[in-house]
């Protein structure tokens, strides 16, 4: 799809005013952001708005490659419409008919413990499904974590929708009912303590479990938190018990690290953890939010020091997290011979996860908005100011200014000899938190109603959360 002439304007425009911001303004405390940010926001939001099946309420997990769809992406952006209601970006009832349309599908979607023809099992959903179809796509895992974000943005409907007539209203059944379906002891069916990561028919349980501190954090919550199906009440001792493998830094810079931002942020992008705290972040003395304000510092501060050379990294222009990449290759890289990757989680070296091949995504910084605005601000600028980077539908997934080598067959995107490669693709688990995360950053959006649900609330208490919003005048969200 051709950008055009409007947009080229206006993409010229942000560029102007992105180079105009004022530095002692990003450490003000303003809800408010700048006026170039806002159209990163736009145009983050017309991608779900653009590219959501209307017949099926399916979102594609990435674009413009032909892709199937993602239901973490379907999560993201069923809060994603409601904030294009608040912005004036769609209007409450197409909202509302999106909303519906995709809940519905996953509600009568077939269910069953078949290897084909099925959107899922126990409750929760493929990982991939068909486009068109809504089926099992290929032979991919039913997957504990996407149907968590996807069952949050339900959740997230659930409270939005308020209204009292009959759309609104089945929203708010199909929601509850979702979430109540989903039999979270399933993924512990062969005995295991905690939560199994996925599940494959004819195979079983993946062995991997949500335990240590990763992404996986709300998966836990939200097991917790069933009034139908709940995971047993030391779930939460089973995510923490090897925290002492993650704990790095000292004082001010102590933190639980996990190389890529994505894990720092997905489980934040719907939970406000700000002044709440579990028994472990009791004795450290702060939140999981100051945890990921750290962290998104420290991701910034080992690009500052770019200890493997890589071009572009700066104060300015940084964040590393999963995403797209050139391709596996070694080659020839000043003197040395380096490692590259396509899709990989990337992240400072030497933190758990972490792979460093040279290549920034901007979903890792605008993710971290709430967390650290004062620094993700002049980052978004920066960003803007990379070539082939932002378009019709804001950022791009990925670049990598180090990988120069034009003649190599890439797994996607281009290559520039001057200006390195840049992804093809925006990717909908990119767009999710670069739109979400201003939406909470601006207004609270997001944390606001989710604080509202009854079974966040159950989860949090049973995982010994309490503090903040979970006490006092606070209860009612």
């Known amino acids: 799809m051709l950008v055009d002439r409007r947009e080229m304007l ?8 992105a180079a105009a911001l004022p530095a002692p303004a990003l450490a003000s405390g303003s809800r ?31 674009w413009p490659t032909p892709s199937f769809a993602s239901i973490a992406a379907v999560g993201f952006a069923l809060p994603a419409y409601a904030v294009g209601v608040e912005r004036g970006w769609c209007s409450r009832a197409e909202a509302r008919d999106l909303t519906l349309t995709t809940l519905r599908f996953f509600w009568n979607a077939p269910q069953g413990p078949q290897a084909t023809g099925t959107t899922g099992e126990a409750g929760f959903f493929y990982h991939f499904l068909d486009m068109e179809t809504g089926a099992r796509f290929r032979d991919v895992e039913l ?52 939560i199994s990561m996925g599940w494959h028919p004819g195979e079983g349980l993946i062995p991997a479990n949500w335990v240590g501190f990763n992404e996986g ?18 779930l939460w001792q089973q995510w ?36 709440i705290r579990d028994a472990v972040m009791r004795k450290a003395g702060f939140d999981y939010f100051e945890n990921s304000r750290r962290e998104t510092y420290a991701n910034r ?11 572009g990294y700066s104060r300015d222009l940084w964040g590393l997290t999963a995403c797209d990449g050139p391709g596996d290759f070694a080659l020839p890289y000043r003197g040395a011979r ?19 091949d040279g290549t920034i995504a901007p979903t890792a910084a605008l993710g971290s908005l709430p967390f650290a605005p004062e620094i993700v601000l002049p980052c978004a600028a920066q960003l803007l100011r990379q070539p082939r980077l932002f378009d019709r539908y804001g950022f791009k997934d990925a670049f990598n200014p180090s990988f120069t080598y034009a003649r190599e067959e890439i797994d996607t995107g281009s290559v520039d000899p001057k200006n390195g490669w840049v992804a093809k693709d925006y990717l909908g688990i990119d767009q999710g938190p670069i739109l979400l995360q201003a939406a909470n950053y601006r207004d609270d959006f997001v944390w606001r109603y989710m604080r509202r649900v009854p079974a966040i609330r159950r989860g949090l208490e049973r995982a010994g959360f309490a503090g903040g919003w979970l006490s006092g005048s606070a209860r009612r969200g």
Do not use: K
């Open 143 to 194: 997957s504990s974590v996407d149907t968590t974000i996807l069952l949050m943005g339900a959740l997230f409907a659930g409270q939005y929708f308020d209204r009292n007539e009959a759309g609104e209203r089945e929203i708010r059944r199909l929601a509850n009912a979702l979430y109540d379906r989903a039999d979270w002891n399933f993924f512990r069916s062969d005995g295991r303590a905690a």
């Open 240 to 275: 923490t018990a090897t925290y002492a493998d993650y704990w790095r830094g000292q004082g001010a810079t102590r933190r639980l690290a996990f190389a890529p931002l994505f894990t720092h942020q997905y489980s934040q992008i719907f939970i406000d953890f700000r002044g």
């Open 32 to 62: 408010s952001l700048p006026i170039f940010y806002e159209e990163i926001e736009r145009r983050t939001f017309r991608w779900f708005w653009d590219h959501a099946s209307r017949r099926n309420g399916l979102v594609p997990d990435r």
């Open 217 to 234: 954090m709300f998966v836990n919550v939200l097991a917790l938190g069933s009034a139908t199906h709940p995971a047993p009440a030391d």
């Open 10 to 17: 206006r993409g010229s425009s942000l560029l102007v005013a």
């Open 338 to 356: 380096r490692r590259f990757y396509g899709y990989a989680a990337r992240g400072p070296a030497g933190e758990p996860g972490g792979v460093d």
């Open 301 to 311: 501060a080992y690009c500052i020091a770019d200890p493997m050379g890589w071009r």
